[in-house]
């Protein structure tokens, strides 16, 4: 069974802080690993990672793809209050077929 | 590029009823995704549409059924509804990138069922 699993679950630091966010996945098909961030609405896209590009970066947040120990991390450089959100992992399959992960609830206090 | 717009953003429902929630993808987008956030569930798919055809389906009843027209628009229904459909769904429209799919989120439709 497809699983893709984010740890960890919850994460509480203050501002200034360097946070990584992990995602492990386990999926037949695989294609591409997104990363997401939720606040109090809906997902907005971060990052997409593939076979042709394993490493993305925007400003202070980073990501990298290692497909060979089928995981994925999120680095966020230098947290501000404006980064707590809860950050959602999807493996994308075949056919535009997404599994999500459960998502890293991040709080970064002042 | 306007992006992923979904009609109405709130809802208010009584139980045995029906409702249809309607999705604009973004420009040139022609996949379509559906799914259900609950606080308790996560983020559960319901259905893909890919050139009017539904190519994946997730574990829901099927009171969920959803269509996709030929400007890519989609919609989706659900019929006798159940306390338990409360939730916010979610439409996402993808592009096809690097032998992949790039998936963006709409503002979600907030329903209530009371």
């Known amino acids: 069974e497809d699983k893709v699993v984010q740890s960890p679950l919850s994460l509480v630091v203050h501002e200034g802080d360097t946070v990584t966010l992990n995602c492990s996945y386990e999926?037949?098909?695989?294609?591409?690993l997104l990363w997401y961030k939720q606040e109090k609405k809906a997902p907005t896209f971060l990052f997409m990672l593939?076979?042709?590009?394993i490493e993305k970066k925007s400003g202070r947040l980073s990501s990298i793809l290692d497909k060979k120990e089928l995981f994925s991390i999120l680095n966020i450089t230098a947290t501000q209050t404006g980064d707590s959100a809860v950050y959602l992992c999807a493996v994308g399959c075949n056919n535009n077929d997404m599994r999500f992960g459960a998502g890293t609830r991040l709080t970064v206090k002042p | 590029k306007a992006g992923v717009t979904q009609t109405p953003r709130y809802l208010i429902k009584t139980r045995g009823q029906q409702v249809t929630l309607s999705c604009s993808p973004i420009s040139g987008h022609r996949s379509v995704s559906w799914y259900q956030q609950t606080p308790g569930q996560g983020l559960q798919f319901l259905f893909e549409?890919?050139?009017?055809?539904?190519?994946n389906k997730g574990n829901f009843p099927g009171r969920f059924s959803g269509r996709q027209f030929s400007n890519s628009r989609s919609e989706m229904n659900v019929s006798t509804l159940e306390l338990g459909d409360s939730a916010l769904y979610l439409c996402?429209?993808?592009?096809?990138?690097?032998?992949?799919?790039?998936?963006?989120f709409g503002p979600g439709t907030r329903l209530t069922v009371t």
């Open positions: 999926v037949t098909n695989f294609r591409s």
């Open positions: 549409y890919f050139s009017e055809t539904q190519r």
């Open positions: 593939t076979s042709s590009g």
């Open positions: 996402a429209s993808s592009i096809s990138r690097d032998w992949a799919w790039e998936q963006y």
